[in-house]
């Protein structure tokens, strides 16, 4: 066989060599449109984790309020978003109560506000009132202030026992001014907002709590870690609520005739068999006590081979609803 000629080696080169595009003899490369407003979001996996982290969070704090303001509420996760925080600040109605919470454990600062129409149905609740929707927007006095700072201080309590975070606390501080937001956050950084509402006696309340990026990093981070941990542990059943543990509580129950008079020697005589007459006509009727306390007029009946009381009129004992 014959060496191959010069023209036949140059051919074979030619064809061994990558395809080059026509413009500058450069490869071809794939290109993908870029969505730069989509950069830094929460995946989808992330958000699952602050939603389970916050509703955990919500269950608590119900309970907590339930015992504080005397009265049955509930509490859900509503939204979960990033927003740049110059358009959140942009965003904060008229009145709402602001206060931030520092972070001990990494640098930055949290903020809890709650909306007006949350503020003062809570306030009269815990001075005692029913707690109706109030339709007045207006600044907040002194005393009033004090009393929604303790409310925000729960709400970190409540917090910090979901984060499950070791050794991390919330430092609290006075009320902020929305003015003043500026100074926590670049005005460009976006911030995640998690919105709660609340319902209770006739009144729809709304709060939220707003995470630097730096913040929401350390908590998903946080939860992925102790997530192989809890694993074995028993499913969370929410706290009864207080009227759900009153109503499952026991009281002693009897049917009386109440404000009979027997004469003493009426008693001294009685021997087993003996019939007791008590002078009472049969058609006035006994009193159905509950823990000593007469609540309704009751005759005695059977049920099969049980006796009974068949409840009648409902009384209103003298000086009922004053202790």
């Given at each position: 066989?014959?060496?191959?000629?010069?023209?036949?080696?140059?051919?074979?080169?030619?064809?061994?060599?990558?395809?080059?595009?026509?413009?500058?003899?450069?490869?071809?490369r794939s290109i993908y449109p870029c969505n730069f407003r989509s950069a830094g979001r929460l995946s989808n996996e992330n958000a699952r984790a602050l939603t389970a982290?916050?509703?955990?969070?919500?269950?608590?704090?119900?309970?907590?309020?339930?015992?504080?303001?005397?009265?049955?509420?509930?509490?859900?996760?509503?939204?979960?978003?990033?927003?740049?925080?110059?358009?959140?600040?942009?965003?904060?109605?008229?009145?709402?109560?602001?206060?931030?919470?520092?972070?001990?454990?990494?640098?930055?600062?949290?903020?809890?506000?709650?909306?007006?129409?949350?503020?003062?149905?809570?306030?009269?609740?815990?001075?005692?009132?029913?707690?109706?929707?109030?339709?007045?927007?207006?600044?907040?006095?002194?005393?009033?202030e004090e009393l929604i700072q303790d409310l925000t201080s729960m709400i970190a309590r409540q917090a910090e026992y979901a984060w499950e975070i070791p050794d991390m606390?919330?430092?609290?501080?006075?009320?902020?001014?929305?003015?003043?937001?500026?100074?926590?956050?670049?005005?460009?950084?976006?911030?995640?907002?998690?919105?709660?509402?609340?319902?209770?006696?006739?009144?729809?309340?709304?709060?939220?709590?707003?995470?630097?990026?730096?913040?929401?990093?350390?908590?998903?981070?946080?939860?992925?870690?102790?997530?192989?941990?809890?694993?074995?542990?028993?499913?969370?059943?929410?706290?009864?609520?207080?009227?759900?543990?009153?109503?499952?509580?026991?009281?002693?129950?009897?049917?009386?005739?109440?404000?009979?008079?027997?004469?003493?020697?009426?008693?001294?005589?009685?021997?087993?068999?003996?019939?007791?007459?008590?002078?009472?006509?049969?058609?006035?009727?006994?009193?159905?006590?509950?823990?000593?306390?007469?609540?309704?007029?009751?005759?005695?009946?059977?049920?099969?081979?049980?006796?009974?009381?068949?409840?009648?009129?409902?009384?209103?004992?003298?000086?009922?609803?004053?202790e």
């Amino acid at each position: 066989m014959g060496e191959p000629s010069q023209q036949q080696v140059e051919s074979s080169v030619q064809e061994s060599r990558p395809e080059r595009t026509q413009n500058g003899g450069k490869m071809q490369r794939s290109i993908y449109p870029c969505n730069f407003r989509s950069a830094g979001r929460l995946s989808n996996e992330n958000a699952r984790a602050l939603t389970a982290i916050h509703e955990t969070f919500a269950r608590h704090l119900a309970s907590s309020l339930e015992a504080y303001l005397g009265t049955n509420l509930k509490i859900k996760l509503l939204m979960l978003d990033q927003i740049s925080f110059k358009d959140h600040i942009a965003d904060i109605p008229p009145f709402s109560y602001i206060s931030p919470f520092y972070l001990n454990t990494i640098p930055g600062t949290m903020l809890v506000e709650c909306g007006i129409d949350l503020i003062f149905p809570t306030i009269e609740l815990l001075l005692g009132g029913s707690g109706m929707s109030v339709n007045e927007a207006r600044e907040l006095s002194e005393i009033e202030e004090e009393l929604i700072q303790d409310l925000t201080s729960m709400i970190a309590r409540q917090a910090e026992y979901a984060w499950e975070i070791p050794d991390m606390s919330l430092v609290a501080n006075r009320r902020l001014d929305s003015s003043a937001m500026h100074q926590f956050c670049p005005p460009n950084e976006k911030v995640t907002l998690v919105k709660f509402e609340i319902d209770m006696v006739d009144t729809t309340g709304y709060f939220q709590l707003i995470f630097p990026t730096s913040f929401v990093n350390f908590l998903i981070k946080q939860s992925k870690v102790e997530q192989p941990q809890k694993k074995g542990e028993l499913k969370y059943f929410p706290t009864a609520t207080i009227r759900e543990r009153i109503l499952d509580c026991d009281v002693s129950v009897a049917a009386d005739l109440p404000s009979m008079k027997v004469s003493v020697r009426d008693l001294v005589g009685l021997q087993p068999g003996c019939v007791l007459k008590l002078r009472a006509p049969v058609r006035t009727p006994g009193m159905l006590t509950v823990g000593g306390r007469e609540i309704f007029e009751a005759n005695p009946v059977r049920n099969g081979a049980q006796k009974a009381a068949q409840v009648g009129r409902r009384v209103q004992p003298l000086g009922w609803g004053k202790e």
